[in-house]
DNA sequence: CCAAATTAGTTGTTACAACAACTATATTCC
DNA sequence: GGAATATAGTTGTTGTAACAACTAATTTGG
């Protein structure tokens, strides 16, 4: 049996770091017009251009509603353009702009020495364990979730 | 240096990880009337009765605006209440009701036994290296957001 | 002792996220 | 081929979170 206690929750510890790191790096990149949730999905845009909205939902770990507006904003600052997909009338294709490029490739080195200052507690070791444990969780939990719906 | 990519960041994996995690959790007690973020600060709330709003935050791990919010509806649902502190007019002390007990007396193995299903993916020490790792990720981080205000 | 600074709490605004309901197009299968 | 079903995307609503601006009360320091 596990420790007891919120603060021995991992949801409860889960949600606590996340939020601060967020806030870390948002104070880092909100001068370039972005915050961290825009950038990821950028960052995925960026990876592959010509992606539609479900797929970009999927990559980035974010649902169709939450994708939509984030590429709302994105369009609206300059950042990625939507062009209706030839194939399926429902669906659009996204792409970066020039001005979403640069602005990626500026925000890029920022979350690695982001990311570097953060860690800088923990050995590289302990990142990779960190990491792995997070994706394993992460898996696990996505399989419960899909269970869930029967 | 740490693997580059989305993929392999500590900030995305923690949110992609703690979204799922509570909203597994939020399936299993909403019928209860309460959301995950609403019982950390109910958690609170019985374990140390009378706490002012401000104490009830930083056990909570939220700011004040969200704390005041999520007090108006705790108190909306008759789960507690609050009442003029008399030592400091600007505060209020807030106490948990009987209904407020009971629920969370129901809800708490309920946490238990969740955190026990998700973490079945990990060993005992495992989820002590994690839950010890986001600690230690924690303080560094609010430690550097301190630094930052200067 | 009183003006200045601090503190407790609230309110307004913006952004994410989850869910549900909806439109429009595509696919399935009888 | 056409009705039933599924899929892509949007919109509305609710809850959480961050920040800033605010009120009211308290503390500090000349």
């Not at 049996?1 to 603060?7: A, S």
């Not at 939020?19 to 880092?28: I, M, S």
């Not at 300059?78 to 209706?84: D, E, S, V």
């Amino acid at each position: 049996m596990h420790q007891k206690g919120l603060d021995h929750s991992i949801g409860f510890l889960l949600g606590a770091t996340y939020r601060k790191l967020t806030n870390f790096f948002a104070a880092r990149i909100k001068d370039f017009g972005l915050t961290p949730e825009q950038w990821a999905v950028l960052f995925r845009v960026r990876e592959e251009d010509g992606l539609i909205q479900k797929e970009l939902a999927e990559r980035a770990g974010k649902d169709k509603p939450t994708t939509t507006r984030i590429l709302d904003s994105l369009e609206a600052k300059g950042f990625i353009t939507k062009r209706a997909s030839e194939h399926d009338r429902r669906s659009f294709q996204v792409y970066i702009t020039d001005l979403g490029r640069e602005t990626a490739d500026t925000i890029e080195p920022i979350e690695y020495s982001t990311i570097a200052e953060i860690a800088r507690v923990l050995s590289a070791e302990e990142y990779e364990q960190m990491t792995s444990l997070l994706k394993r969780l992460n898996a696990h939990t996505t399989s419960l979730l899909e269970h869930e719906k029967e």
